[in-house]
């Protein structure tokens, strides 16, 4: 069904203010680094990006590249989680349109047809546990109508974090162009949506189930697991390094790409960021090579 700005299932409308007026000023705890920097030696060769942050003292640990512009592909769906949570109601009931029905090849979609009705935590749930684009088409329309709005809006959003090497033209990263941001966007945007509680707690979770409806109103189950290899016990850590949970995004434009939030020995909290790896295997290495140095 179309999206009905009236209806009590469609209970929000976000659309871009046309205008950067309301920007606010860059927070005083947030990391500000140059593109390359090396506050110990890493080596991340194979690739395009990546950035440790510490998030707990505003420091730079590690930069490469990380304000070059790049595909980020799911880890989009971050931004798109950040203003779910920032504007919505966990409770809200989306419908689906036929906007859901995906066609790209290789997309992960979680199968939602046309009338579907899901709640926004559940819709939360499969965007973020298990990537799934129909979900962030989904939500996009729930907020803001359809996905050209809610992508202004992202893009809105993600200057007043400071974000300003950004332009989003779709809520789940699939490839485009005009599709783009930084290590140091991502680590803004992430940075930000930490503060909303469901958003730690979803990408913490190793699985999740749960029970939708059909156009018909019968149910229909949700069972996914989530992507992220360490949660899975798939790939190790780091000894003193304790990962949180985090964001994967992989399509052939992007390569293979990570976003992650971990607890060091020390106490303190730390994102880190990996784009255009080569593929999987690199990845982690990338990955549990940047986290080698957190304390």
Partial sequence: MPFDPDSSENA???TSAGTNSDIKPFAADICVTDNDFEKMTLTIDEAEAGGLFDATSAETVYAKNVHKKLNPASLTKVMTAYIALKYGHLEDTLTASSNVLITESGAQ?????????LTLEQALN?????SAND???LIAEYLSGSVESFAAV???EAVKLGATNTHFTNPHGLTDEEHYTTVYDLYLMFNAAMQFEEFRRIINTTEYKSTYKDREGNPKNIEITTTNAYLKGDIAAPDGVSVIGGKTGT???AKSCLILL?????GHTYISVILGSTDRDSLYK??????TGIH
């Fill in 251 to 253: 399509t052939k434009a």
């Fill in 154 to 156: 992202m893009n809105d």
């Fill in 12 to 14: 929000v409308n976000i």
């Fill in 262 to 266: 971990s607890n060091g020995s020390d």
């Fill in 109 to 117: 979609l979680m199968g939602l047809k046309e009338g579907d009705k």
């Fill in 286 to 291: 990338n990955m549990t090579t940047l986290l």
């Fill in 126 to 130: 499969a965007l973020l546990l298990y």
């Fill in 135 to 137: 979900a962030g088409v």
